[in-house]
């Protein structure tokens, strides 16, 4: 590995049964990088994101973050050395306010338990800190709502933020745009675009305007195999990529 790299992926799989969701998968990520994945539906995208992420664990294979071998490692002590994921399949808690949601996963950043959270002082600053987070990622006015009474496009917002407010040092984002009209497709855009250089983001999308837009490195997976991973005017002219997915 290269001491540089923020995550690496060596020979990661994952199998269910018989079937191989992610064959042997190995990949580098630097920090700061604007990290695309792309590929068919059923490509092993979610899958490679669970093993990353820690909700599921993998068949084969060592993830390492900054150098340390995570890949053992449960989805909490992950989340504490700067891992955060938004799930293809919301993972909200749709009957507390968006506010509390952030504030819960903020409380996961802060480790200090309820305990800590009861210092007044201590809770206004996360507070204010949420209420920044919701009006950043264009929830200005529904903080005090209910999660479950927001659209399917202010869910994926709120999910973003619920995943900035750990202040992740790797941000995994599986399909943010899924379901979004194209005004709240181009705001998260913005908000992918504007998050701080240092952050590195690995980002799972099928809108490509978005991916081209805003990766400088796209990586192509197809039946579960690593395909490619360049630029993206290098993986845009690639003529396997170009049979196995955009189908031209
Ligand atoms: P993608 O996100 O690229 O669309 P997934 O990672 O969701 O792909 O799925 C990859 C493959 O693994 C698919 O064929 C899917 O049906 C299969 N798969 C995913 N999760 C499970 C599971 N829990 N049990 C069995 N097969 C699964
Ligand atoms: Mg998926």
């Known amino acids: 590995m290269n001491d540089l790299d923020l995550l690496e992926l060596r020979s990661v799989s994952r199998r269910f049964g018989s079937f191989t969701a992610v064959d042997e ?19 092993g995208k979610s899958t490679l994101f ?26 909490h002590r992950r989340v504490g050395l700067g891992t955060a994921a938004t799930f293809q399949h919301s993972s909200l808690f749709l009957r507390e306010t968006v506010l509390e949601n952030v504030l819960l996963a903020a409380l996961l950043r802060t480790g200090t338990g309820l305990g800590g959270w009861r210092k007044v002082s201590a809770r206004a600053a996360e507070i204010d800190r949420a209420r920044s987070l919701l009006d950043r990622v264009g929830l200005p006015d529904r903080h005090d709502l209910m999660a479950g009474a927001l659209s399917h496009g202010e869910r994926r ?29 181009a705001r998260l855009t913005e908000l992918i675009a504007a998050l701080p ?11 490509l305007d978005m991916v081209f837009e805003l990766a400088d490195t796209v990586t192509v997976l197809h039946l579960g195999r690593h395909l490619i991973t360049g ?9 396997e990529v ?5 189908g031209t």
């Open 157 to 185: 917002q709120l999910e973003v933020a619920v995943a900035l407010a750990t202040e992740p040092r790797l941000l995994l984002l599986d399909e943010p745009a899924a379901g979004m009209s194209p005004a709240e497709t």
């Open 25 to 43: 998968v190995s990949l580098t990520v630097r920090p700061g990088a604007r990290h695309a994945i792309i590929g068919p539906n059923g490509a």
């Open 50 to 75: 669970g093993l990353i992420s820690g909700t599921r664990p993998v068949s084969g294979g060592t993830i390492l973050l900054d150098g340390q071998d995570v890949t053992r490692l449960p989805v």
């Open 231 to 239: 630029t993206p005017d290098h993986v845009r002219a690639s003529a």
């Open 197 to 207: 250089a240092e952050m590195t983001v690995l980002l799972v999308e099928h809108d």
């Open 242 to 246: 170009q049979r196995a997915y955009l």
